[in-house]
T-cell receptor
């Protein structure tokens, strides 16, 4: 069936380096994507979103890239900081109100 | 603007009991979605309410139900609790004003433990 999946379950980076978290989706009808960050004991926190009519969107220290040809989404975090350590989820939307989440990638930032 | 709030934050129940969880969306938001998060299944969509009507529903048994009030606050109920219902229950709100999905903002969740 259609699903959202992440390539890497864990990612460890050095403080100050750039991080790239990848996500593959299989539903070509998905038209909206969100990246969330979830820290232990908290709900998912919105980071950045992108619609299917775009291929790149930038925020503060974060960039999301969407490649519809290969159904791939990535989150780039510049100058990764210890506070960025968390689990990152990509989510896709097909039907209003229903976001489908990937398994998540745990990002660990080493000082 | 205050964020999404959920009550209670923690709950312990025994098998066979029922439970009601509450969610207050961001002021002005009319869409509320509920999700279940477990280590094994990840984040799974339960249902979504807009203007007091359930618009969409995920693949969960009928023991899981919800409702939304005129002030957009929402409750979800789980009847005849099973051990496998132990999870973090999250609600998320969005404006709901567009035919297209808009950003969903999550609450802190309710941690339910079924013994």
């Amino acid at each position: 069936g259609e699903s959202v999946g992440l390539h890497l379950p864990t990612l460890s980076v050095q403080e100050g380096d750039n991080s790239i978290i990848n996500c593959a989706y299989s539903n070509s009808a998905s038209d909206y994507f969100i990246w969330y960050k979830q820290e232990s004991g908290k709900g998912p926190q919105f980071i950045i979103d992108i619609r299917s009519n775009m291929d790149k969107r930038q925020g503060q220290r974060v960039t999301v890239l969407l490649n519809k040809t290969v159904k791939h989404l990535s989150l780039q975090i510049a100058a990764t900081q210890p506070g960025d350590s968390a689990v990152y989820f990509c989510a896709e939307n097909i039907i209003v109100g229903d976001m489908r989440f990937g398994a998540g990638t745990r990002l660990t930032v080493k000082p | 603007k205050a964020g999404v709030t959920q009550t209670p934050r923690y709950l312990i129940k025994t098998r066979g009991q029922q439970v009601t969880l509450s969610c207050s969306p961001i002021s002005g938001h009319r869409s509320v979605s509920w999700y279940q998060q477990t280590p094994g299944q990840g984040l799974q969509f339960l249902f979504e309410y807009f203007s007091e009507t359930q618009r969409n529903k995920g693949n969960f048994p009928g023991r899981f139900s919800g409702r939304q009030f005129s002030n957009s606050r929402s409750e979800m109920n789980v009847s005849t609790l099973e051990l496998g219902d132990s999870a973090l229950y999250l609600c998320a709100s969005s404006s709901g004003d567009s035919v297209y999905q808009e950003t969903q903002y999550f609450g802190p969740g309710t941690r339910l433990l079924v013994l």
